[in-house]
């Protein structure tokens, strides 16, 4: 594996490049044009510039997060040709460039959910949280007065304010899509671009649904072992492949996440490792928030999670996921929620020193 981190860009993200060479055991970025729309082409000359950024700050690009995907191709509409057309020619200017892992998400209308994005511990350090009984308060055709109530300035990717003007069209567009629609739409996609990553040899990761149910009525789809593994038989090519995020897939407390890591072998491309801590895991009354990434901080146990990674011969990236925000980080403006410096860097620590002791004590065992 190689230990990564997030990063969304100098002139979005106010963790810097300088401050993520110096994270022990960093030696990649994920990373994003962050602002290009959905369905639009990256130009080569864009891509090269971000790459000669990166790289002249001692880091490489080891991935992006993400080339996001226009609803559009998700709904099947007529134009989707066009915008496939779009994607693959980014494909190909991400590969002339040596770019070769993409992760995407195929949800309807909005990427990640949450209902708070400050909710204080006792430690005085805060979290993001969901709630459902909040989620169902939301008016629908309401979002942009109900996200800035939870938001407390911030703002979550797919939230954007642009894009809750025109949520009722959004809304209106995915009305005739539900779940066997939108995974054949899905199928179609891949198979559309499945001829590009084979030449260039880039591997497409999808990100799981998060939270892994269907919110405001809309259908999900990738949020379980059964699904997922559906749609890995569906576009047999290795280079369809998975972003094995632990928070999102654990959502469900159904799932299980060491076991759905040994099923994928050999198709996760991109590993998220992050835990969550369930205050209530009754349906109804569901409430998780994120936690720091030891295992005792949440109700997943990492070392199996990363156990799991380690005897599937993972060897792609890996990053640490949303982190707490600690020492005062959540005051600065422009943070991107989930995306502080500090917590994820104690992350990306924590993670290696898990995999250290993992391989050395297979390989202890194996010298016996
Ligand atoms: C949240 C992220 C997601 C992810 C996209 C991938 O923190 O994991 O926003 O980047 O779903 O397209």
Redesign the pocket.
């Known amino acids: 594996m190689e230990m990564t981190f997030r990063w969304y860009g100098s002139k979005f993200d106010t963790v810097t490049l300088k401050q993520i060479r110096q994270i022990p055991g960093v030696t990649g970025v994920i990373t994003t044009l962050y602002d290009t729309t959905p369905g639009e082409m990256w130009t080569k000359d864009a891509i090269r510039a971000l790459k000669q950024e990166v790289e002249d700050n001692g880091l490489h690009i080891s991935g992006i997060?993400?080339v996001?995907v226009c609803d559009s191709i998700k709904v099947g509409d007529k134009d989707r040709d066009m915008y496939i057309e779009n994607y693959i020619k980014t494909l190909e200017h991400l590969g002339e460039e040596g770019i070769h892992m993409v992760?995407?998400?195929f949800?309807p209308v909005f990427?990640?959910t949450r209902t708070e994005l400050a909710r204080r511990n006792p430690d005085g350090s805060t979290v993001l949280a969901y709630n459902q009984h909040a989620i169902d308060q939301i008016d629908p055709s309401d979002f942009g007065a109900s996200m800035e109530r939870m938001a407390n300035g911030q703002t979550l990717?797919?939230w954007e304010p642009e894009r809750m003007a025109k949520i009722k069209e959004l809304f209106e567009m995915y009305k005739d899509t539900d779940g066997e629609k939108l995974f054949q739409n899905l199928v179609y996609f891949l198979k559309a671009i499945m001829p590009t990553c084979d030449k260039y040899d880039i591997n497409m990761a999808i990100?799981p649904d998060?939270p892994a149910w269907s919110v405001f009525g809309l259908t999900r789809i990738i949020n379980s072992e059964k699904n997922i593994l559906r749609l890995m038989d569906a576009v047999p090519d290795t280079h369809n492949g998975v972003?094995f995020?632990s928070g999102?897939y654990g959502t469900n407390l159904e799932n299980d996440l060491p076991h759905m890591i040994r099923v994928l072998k050999g198709r996760i491309h991109f590993a998220?490792v992050r835990n969550l801590r369930f205050n209530n895991t009754n349906k109804a009354d569901l409430d998780f928030q994120e936690a720091c990434h030891i295992s005792k901080d949440g109700n997943f146990d990492m070392y199996e999670i990363v156990r799991a990674l380690y005897e599937t011969g993972f060897d792609g990236p890996i990053r640490p996921?949303?982190g707490r925000m600690i020492w005062d980080e959540v005051d600065k403006p422009g943070v991107m929620p989930?995306y502080g410096l500090y917590d994820r860097a104690l992350g990306a620590t924590y993670i290696q020193g898990l995999w250290e002791a993992i391989e050395k004590s297979e390989t202890r065992l194996l010298n016996k």
Request: hydrophobic content about 15%; proline content about 0%.
């Open positions: 997060e993400s996001n992760c995407y998400n949800m990427d990640w990717a797919g990100h998060d972003t995020c999102s998220h996921d949303h989930g």
